[in-house]
Every structure is written in structure tokens, then in C-alpha cells.
């Protein structure tokens, strides 16, 4: 039997910048679907052991909330079943909200549904179709066939701009240099004194000393272990990925649970008060850093970001440091945005180049190696998600945009800008 759809805003993927996505298209009035191949929603923070929300906050003493809207309906959520208290500060200073990816699987049900947004689980996008630089639907596969969605507008919130490649829209993989940052498949571990010190000096020693003493094919010199109530994730074992067809990341999701079996021996033998200690969970995918970048009217600069650039058609803010995990081997190198501020992001980093009714949200946006390293993460995926949905709603009505009347709208539901 052939399945055929028809919404206003059709939302590939649902991670933080998809689910906010939908629920502003929603809230702005439109018929909305969201597609997920996932068993749940969540995105990396629940496929790929990514335990804290970052971005929600400035830098500094008095950490301020630069991320309202769809956001903050998921941090009240969150609050109602306990889960979230307010910020905590991390190992480099930094104002985080640690996660627990069963509440928030719930936790994100329940938002969605609450919201009266269509979504479909278990259903893979596998094709776009074009007409005069439009996209027209998209065809998508679960385990009874194939089914169609027709839509008026598309926001690609697949974190790896699937919908962008499928729609041949103009790409970047990585960055024009050749960079791009590594990925880390995220250990989750238990079973150890929870009073111990862990710090990147600590990991470090015993790396240092398991090397001496032979191990090898890991990648991480140190990492951090983030550690939770009862339990702990460590960001160790990394390797690059420089491709997403499936021979390339079965290659890397077994190099890097082969690290992390070693990492477990390392933590075993070399760190006292860790002799026990069990290894819960990776993934359960690897943690995908960076992949395609969508080429956007506009690219959002590192000069933008570390100068705390504002700009009149800026529809979320962003001031999380610019994080870049360059090496395999090596920490992230970190770059601070100037006097603890926060930096405008522009509308135009949102929409395609040359595909005028794709959006682009999340870690796709369109945003050069130094603006990436800092917009990509989940607190800010939630702003750029939210706006892309917001914008994808009102170019399903007018066929066009009106960045003012985007931004009205994106206050009225909430958002900071
Ligand atoms: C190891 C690691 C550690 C990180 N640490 C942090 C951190 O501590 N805090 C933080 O805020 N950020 C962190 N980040 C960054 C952050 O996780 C991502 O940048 C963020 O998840 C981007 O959100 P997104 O919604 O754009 O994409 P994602 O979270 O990747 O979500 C994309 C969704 O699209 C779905 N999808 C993809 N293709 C299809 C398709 N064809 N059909 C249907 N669905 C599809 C996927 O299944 C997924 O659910 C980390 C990233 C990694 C890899």
C-alpha cells in the first residue's frame, strides 16, 4: 500500500534542533511532522551518551540563560519530574545541565505530544525530490515499505544534513581546509568511588603509565570523566570519520569500543579506588562531532562569535566557547568569547544557498571551523532549531520570508533574542 503525507513543515530528525524545530513550526500555527529513525528522541544526547545540555548559558561568575522558547518548555518539563535544578559548573568552568537520557526520553515524549506535533519513529529519510530548487517531499523507509511526505517547507535537523545531500543542496564535508573535529564514542561507567579525583591530570598519569607499559591503538593521551550522581561518562576513545557510508563507521564504531575496552583496563589498573569499576554502556552509536555543513546564504565567522558580534536579523544567541577537537590524541582546545558576552546568530546562516525552502538547524548550520566549534552544541541547537522551525512555518504561509515577523513570533513563543 502506498503511504502518502501532506504537512506545511515537514522536520527531518529529532535531536535538541529538530524537536525544537517542530514545536515552533507548531506553535506557529502549521501542520508539522517530525521523522526520527531513532527508537526516541533525543539526539546524541540519548543515541550517543552526550549526559549534559551546554549553550543554555554565558560564561563566567553569573552564568546568564540565553536560551529561552522550546528550550525552557524542556527545562520546566525536566524541573516538574526533578531532574533539573538549575546549572551546574563543569570541569572548565563552563555552565552546564547535566542529563539523565531516560527522563529525558520521557521527558521529550511528553513535550512533543503535549504539543500536537505528528512524529514518526522508526522512520528513515532516504530520498528528496526537487523541483526548481524546492524541495517537493521527501520519501522515507520503515520496516512495512516506503512512505511519502509532501511538504511546503523542509528543515534538515539530521545533524549530518542528510536531507541537504539527499536534496542536492550545496554541502560542505568538514571544512574547506580538510579539517574537521574528531569523534569520541562516550563511555558510560560505574562502580567506583565517586569521592575520587578524576581530572584530565589524573587520566593522564595512567595513560602515560599503561603506554609504558605496552598498551596500545588507543587514542586519547587524557579526556575528562564527567561525573554524575551514581555513575560517571568518560571522553576518551576517538577517531575520525571522513565519510558516512556504512563501511567507514562500522570501521570506527569497532575501533573505538576496542578503546574503550582498553581505556576500561587502564582505569582498572592504573587509577586506585577504580580496580571495580564497569563499563554500563557506549554509545549506543559513536558520538559524531562533525560531518556535512549546509552552505548558507550566510556563514557565521569565529570573528563573529569570539567578538560577541550582534546583528539586527539575529534570531537565537550562542556563548558557549569555541570547543575544537582537533586531534584524536589531544583535549579540546578551547577559545573564549570576548568579556564572558554572547554573540547574535544571523537568520541567513539558517537558509540554504541554493534550495529556497530548506532550513538548516542544529550542528548543519551554515558556520565556518572557529564558529562551529561553538554553536554546534545542544543548548544552542535548541535556538537555531526553534527559529528554523519558526521561519520554516512562516515561509509555508508567505512563500517568503520577513525576518522581523520572524523575530516577533520567536519572542511571542518565548525565545531570547
Ligand atoms: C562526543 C561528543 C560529546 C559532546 N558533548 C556535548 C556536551 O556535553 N553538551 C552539548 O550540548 N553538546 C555536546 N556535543 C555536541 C552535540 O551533541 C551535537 O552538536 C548536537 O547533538 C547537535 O544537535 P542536532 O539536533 O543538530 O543533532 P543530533 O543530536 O545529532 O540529532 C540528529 C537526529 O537526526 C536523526 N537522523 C539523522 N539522519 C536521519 C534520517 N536519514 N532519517 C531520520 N532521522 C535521521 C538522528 O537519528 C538524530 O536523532 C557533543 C558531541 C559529541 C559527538
Redesign the pocket.
Known sequence: MKRNLKYDVVV????????AAAIGAKKSGKSVIL????SF???????????????FFTHGKEPQQIIGGVGQMLLEKLAALGKYNGYKISTMGNA?IPLESESLKFALDELITENEVDVLLY????KAYTKENKIISIE?IDDEGNLFIEGSSFVD????G??AYLAGAEIVFGNPGGTI?M????MRIGNFDMNLDLSPEVIKKAVTSAKRDGFKNISKDSGII?KTESDGFA?LP?VKVDSLDCKTLTACEINTRKQAHKYMEIFQKYIPGMENCTLITTGP??????TRHIIGKYTLTGNEVLNAVKNKNSIARGA?PCEN?KKAEKMAEYMWVKDDDYYDIPIDILISKNISNLWS????VSSDPIAFASV??????FG??HAAGVGAAYMAEHNDINVQDIREELKKQGAFI
Open positions: 527531518v530528525g529529532g535531536g535538541s534542533a529538530g524537536i521523522i526520527e529513525r531513532s528522541l533525543g539526539g546524541q544526547a540519548t543515541n550517543a551518551n552526550v549526559a549534559s545540555y551546554c549553550g552546564i522512520c528513515t529519510l532516504i522515507c535537523a539530521s545533524g549530518d542528510n536531507l573535529q569523534a569520541t564514542s562516550v564527567f571522553i576517538s552509536k559513536l558520538g559524531i562531532r562533525e558557549w577537537h538547524a542544529g550542528r548543519t554546534r552544541v545542544m543548548g544552542i541547537s537555531t532549531g
